[in-house]
Nanobody, 114 residues
Framework: QVQAVESGGGLVQAGGSLRLACASS????????MGWYRQAPGKQRELVAH???????TYADSVKGRFAISRDAAKTTLYLEMVNLKPEDTGVYYC????????WGQGAQVTVSS
């Protein structure tokens, strides 16, 4: 079963930056729209960034202007560049197709201290 592997999380101070990466086997990224999802403590998982098959991107209002989703040219790795991080960005970040088609991976923990 296809599953993504997220990496790049960590602990950072407010205002800091992190770059998450997501690798998956197969042709997942070249044939599907992809998304980065976030699950904050005590909250439901939400879609925060989306990239279409054609490369168009959209973002949740809470991260617009601070997060950037991208794929590498080979379309085997998905990235999430996060700048000016805020404590409310704390959570576990996952990548998956959009709509969700893969099993969820372990995610990448992002903790932003104030």
């Amino acid at each position: 079963q296809v599953q993504a592997v997220e990496s790049g999380g960590g602990l950072v101070q407010a205002g800091g930056s992190l770059r998450l990466a997501c690798a998956s086997s197969g042709r997942t990224y070249s044939i599907n729209a992809m998304g980065w999802y976030r699950q904050a403590p005590g909250k439901q998982r939400e879609l925060v960034a989306h990239i279409s098959k054609g490369g168009d991107t959209t973002y949740a209002d809470s991260v617009k202007g601070r997060f950037a989703i991208s794929r590498d040219a080979a379309k085997t790795t998905l990235y999430l560049e996060m700048v000016n991080l805020k404590p409310e960005d704390t959570g576990v970040y996952y990548c998956n197709t959009e709509p969700v088609l893969m099993s969820w991976g372990q995610g990448a923990q992002v903790t932003v201290s104030s």
